[in-house]
T-cell receptor, first 111, second 116 residues
Framework: EDQVTQSPEALRLQEGESSSLNCSYT??????LFWYRQDPGKGPEFLFT???AGEEKEKERLKATLTKKESFLHITAPKPEDSATYLCAVQDTGTASKLTFGTGTRLQVML | GAVVSQHPSRVICKSGTSVKIECRSL??????MFWYRQFPKQSLMLMATSNEGSKATYEQGVEKDKFLINHASLTLSTLTVTSAHPEDSSFYIC????????????FGPGTRLTVL
């Protein structure tokens, strides 16, 4: 059974204080690893897809990296508007398009 | 591009009534749509996968007679919660695959269901 574990559960940063969120996963075969941002009371917003170990993708202050066991979402010089829950999900080669989500990291960026 | 809408955004109903939630892909055709449920401070749990023109595939533990899914066109899927009870209160979110963005699912804004 696919498993996704995210840490920390919650993170509070000062504006400009860089940090990283972790997503550890277990799958029989990785088709893709996805990062989403979710604001309270809203649906997830797509950020990145990573397909193979060593791959990196960047978008503004966010950078996602992937190894064979985990992914990191690096946040550089965060701003208050980056406050949200960040969700990680995996897609297994054996289960078609199904996504298995972690429980997320709730990020709060303070002024 | 890749915008998904849901209607209604919020619904309150009495126990025993049925509620229909619509999920639409606004600027693309979605051969596959997904329905998720999310409880407070928990992750998204896949309920079912819906393919246009065929029966939905339900995840283990999800009652197909209680959560009726219809994917009548390439832009519309509906979830009907039949005989709703307070324990069905949750945040229901749909997603859709575009077919050209490999494996990526784009999510709707969600529907908050409260059953009194």
């Amino acid at each position: 059974e696919d498993q996704v574990t995210q840490s920390p559960e919650a993170l509070r940063l000062q504006e400009g204080e860089s940090s990283s969120l972790n997503c550890s996963y277990t799958v029989s075969g990785l088709r893709g690893l996805f990062w989403y941002r979710q604001d309270p009371g809203k649906g997830p917003e797509f950020l990145f897809t990573l397909y193979s170990a060593g791959e990196e993708k960047e978008k503004e202050r966010l950078k996602a990296t992937l190894t064979k066991k985990e992914s990191f979402l690096h946040i550089t010089a965060p701003k208050p508007e980056d406050s949200a829950t960040y969700l990680c999900a995996v897609q297994d080669t054996g289960t078609a398009s199904k996504l298995t989500f972690g429980t997320g990291t709730r990020l709060q960026v303070m002024l | 591009g890749a915008v998904v809408s849901q209607h209604p955004s919020r619904v309150i109903c009495k126990s025993g009534t049925s509620v229909k939630i619509e999920c639409r892909s606004l600027d693309f055709q979605a051969t596959t749509m997904f329905w998720y449920r999310q409880f407070p401070k928990q992750s998204l749990m896949l309920m079912a996968t819906s393919n246009e023109g065929s029966k939905a595939t339900y995840e283990q533990g999800v009652e197909k007679d209680k959560f009726l899914i219809n994917h009548a066109s390439l832009t519309l899927s509906t979830l009907t919660v039949t005989s709703a009870h307070p324990e069905d209160s949750s945040f229901y979110i749909c997603s859709a695959m575009t077919g050209y963005s490999y494996n990526e699912q784009f999510f709707g804004p969600g529907t908050r269901l409260t059953v009194l």
